[in-house]
């Protein structure tokens, strides 16, 4: 995620990719998922000592105390190298739930050092809404019980803890929640991006030091969650986005038909064209959106949600188009390109749909 951006972010970016690049191989990554292992211990320990963790912690905890742009510019690269730890979904649940818990002061040093990989679970297969939950949270005189179930979490089977969202007494929870613990019954399921998700079923008594926010706090929790999610997996996509074009564009140079390469045809080079064109344009709204939120910006959530319908729509149709242009080659396993069409369709759906995201852009517009 290049252009107006400080000495700091440059000095991120330039780290980030330098280490992905020498260090996260697609073709051990293709390995490792094919036997069930989604997430690699060693990478998540050296995103910890990168500081890569530590970005949404306040440096009173610990942390670097950077904002969505600095986020936005990880994800970018997790696109770009289709990176399977839920890197994002921490940083995500870090920033806006734990983040703004009663128990910050001891949860975000655990995260900053990797031990504690939070993943948010919201989804229900039994609700029509995810804004309005079927699992609840008493109180009881032994302390809090949690009973319900929660569908489709996104790259929760990587995670050590969930923070749950629950229905409570006093309106809205969010609550944390061990994925290795009694009460708590997790099936976990290969995902066609890589990065494996799960289901959930909630029995159990916690602590009230489980619990990390309730009522109007936790609503606002959700919103914030929310649109950085949009933010963040938008900037997720457009590096996927990015990179199945660059992909394209290499291969159609090397790739020869009737003695001359692909990229030297007119009609592809148009075709190319307007893929670029599309990719810039989705990088403008994605800084854009950055620009908002970090500023607290009244229109932030607007272009949270106008970023996740941008990226989403040209991200579907540049990985399509870059899949056309390299042929057969591109539906096989080995070759890269199909796997940035998967990553971009799994992030369609992640928080919200896009038809759900533009509902949203339009309700919250100006009358």
């Known amino acids: 995620m290049s252009g107006h951006m400080t000495e700091d972010q440059t000095l991120l970016q330039d780290a980030a990719e330098r280490y992905l690049r020498g260090s996260y191989d697609f073709n051990q ?5 094919a036997e069930g292992i989604y997430s690699d211990p060693n990478q998540w320990q050296a995103f910890a000592e990168m500081g890569w963790l530590a970005l949404p912690v306040a440096e009173e905890f610990g942390g670097l105390g950077m904002g969505t742009r600095e986020m936005a510019i990880l994800a970018e690269l997790c696109g770009q ?3 399977t730890e839920p890197l994002i979904d921490a940083l995500t649940s870090t920033h806006a739930i734990i983040g703004v818990s009663q128990q910050q002061e001891s ?19 039994e609700t029509p809404s995810r804004l309005s939950p079927a699992t609840t949270l008493t109180q009881t005189d032994g302390g809090w019980h949690l009973s319900g179930a929660k569908h489709w979490i996104s790259a929760g089977a990587s995670a050590t803890h969930l923070t749950v969202l629950a229905q409570s007494a006093d ?11 009694n009460g708590v019954d997790c099936e976990r399921f290969p995902t066609h991006d890589g990065r494996g998700g799960m289901n959930c079923r909630f029995d159990l008594m916690l602590e009230a030091d489980h619990i990390l926010l309730q009522g109007q706090p936790a609503s606002d929790a959700l919103e914030a969650y929310r649109a950085l999610a949009m933010t963040l997996s938008s900037a997720e996509a457009l590096g996927a986005t990015q990179a199945a074009l660059d992909t394209t564009v290499d291969y159609t140079k090397q790739r020869v038909q009737f003695g001359q390469p692909l990229a030297s045809f007119q009609a592809l080079q148009h075709r190319m064209s307007n893929m670029l064109i599309q990719t810039e344009l989705t990088r403008s709204l994605i800084y854009a959106a950055c620009n908002a939120a970090d500023n607290g910006r009244d229109d932030a959530a607007r272009f949270a949600r106008a970023a996740k319908v941008k990226a989403t729509t040209v991200g579907r149709a540049v990985s399509q188009e870059a899949i056309q242009l390299h042929g057969g080659i591109a539906t096989t396993d080995e070759y890269i390109v199909g796997h940035f069409f998967k990553r971009i369709t799994a992030l369609e759906s992640w928080v919200c749909s896009k038809g759900e995201a533009l509902k949203e852009f339009m309700a919250l517009s100006p009358s």
């Not at 990554?29 to 998922?33: A, K, L, V």
């Not at 309106?171 to 613990?181: H, S």
């Open 29 to 33: 990554r293709r390995e490792r998922i």
């Open 81 to 83: 190298f289709l990176v």
């Open 107 to 125: 949860l975000l040093p655990r995260v900053a050092e990797g031990k504690l990989i939070p993943v948010a679970a919201i989804d229900e297969a």
């Open 171 to 181: 309106g809205l929870a969010w609550v944390l929640v061990p994925t290795a613990t």
